[in-house]
């Protein structure tokens, strides 16, 4: 806890004064452009793997960056969705999964999870990526996990166009979804293309979209 107090301390001595108007005008409002979502996993930090400042990411984190579909689940995912998307107004989603998930293995592995039935309960969430996952051949067991991460990924962004803020938005071509993979030992990300129905190096493919949605036409 001494080491997390200190960088508060040297927070306040050294990197608030260089960025007291930003936090000034902060102080009484935010206008973030995208919302992230990603796991609490400690090694994926969402603003420094973007490099943005404060205020201009609104962030949901939980375990498996998971966006369970519509409806009134714990943990108030849907709550945070809506507002960001409905008062927010954010242009962009981001739903960024990484390599060697610890919610992702324990699927990909059958891990017995008895001993902590919320996160079992939790990680159902995922099904609908678990079996995708289990119908196709790996060449071995980080294969399997790392695909886990992949089809994760895929279902959340399917899950997240049932909440009806969502809905709404790409209806009325107000927001674009994406789709991140973040590889911690290279510091890679790939995103999901879904025109190709592949994941790309974003690097190489910075345009590139999860969900194409092309706005229907009331006659």
Same mark, same amino acid.
């Given at each position: ?112 999870? /008895?001993?902590?039935?919320? =996160? #079992? *309960?939790?990680? !159902?969430?995922?099904?609908? &990526?678990?079996?995708? @996952? ?5 060449? /071995?067991?980080?294969?399997? =996990? #790392? *695909?886990?991460? !992949?089809?994760?990924?895929? &279902?959340?962004?399917? @899950? ?60």
């Amino acid at each position: 806890m001494k080491d997390i107090i200190d960088g508060f301390l040297k927070f306040q001595r050294e990197a608030f004064p260089e960025r007291v108007k930003l936090f000034k005008d902060l102080a009484n409002q935010q206008n973030p452009r995208a919302l992230f979502i990603s796991c609490s996993d400690s090694r994926l930090v969402p603003e420094l793997v973007t490099q943005r400042e404060p205020g201009d990411l609104f962030v949901i984190r939980n375990a498996g960056n998971i966006v369970p579909s519509y409806g009134p689940e714990p943990g108030g995912i849907s709550a945070s969705v809506e507002y960001a998307v409905a008062a927010l107004q954010v242009s962009d989603i981001v739903i960024c999964g990484h390599s060697d998930c610890g919610a992702m293995t324990a699927i990909a592995t059958c891990k017995c999870l /008895d001993h902590m039935p919320a =996160v #079992a *309960s939790w990680l !159902r969430y995922a099904d609908s &990526a678990r079996v995708v @996952n289990e119908a196709r051949q790996h060449q /071995d067991q980080p294969s399997k =996990v #790392a *695909s886990m991460v !992949r089809e994760n990924v895929i &279902a959340q962004l399917a @899950n997240i166009q049932t909440h009806p803020s969502v809905r709404l938005a790409l209806e009325e071509g107000r927001v674009t979804l994406h789709g991140w993979i973040y590889d911690i030992a290279s510091g890679l990300i790939e995103a999901f293309d879904g025109s190709r129905g592949a994941f790309v190096p974003l690097a190489d493919n910075p345009d590139v979209q999860a969900i194409k949605y092309q706005a229907r036409r009331v006659a």
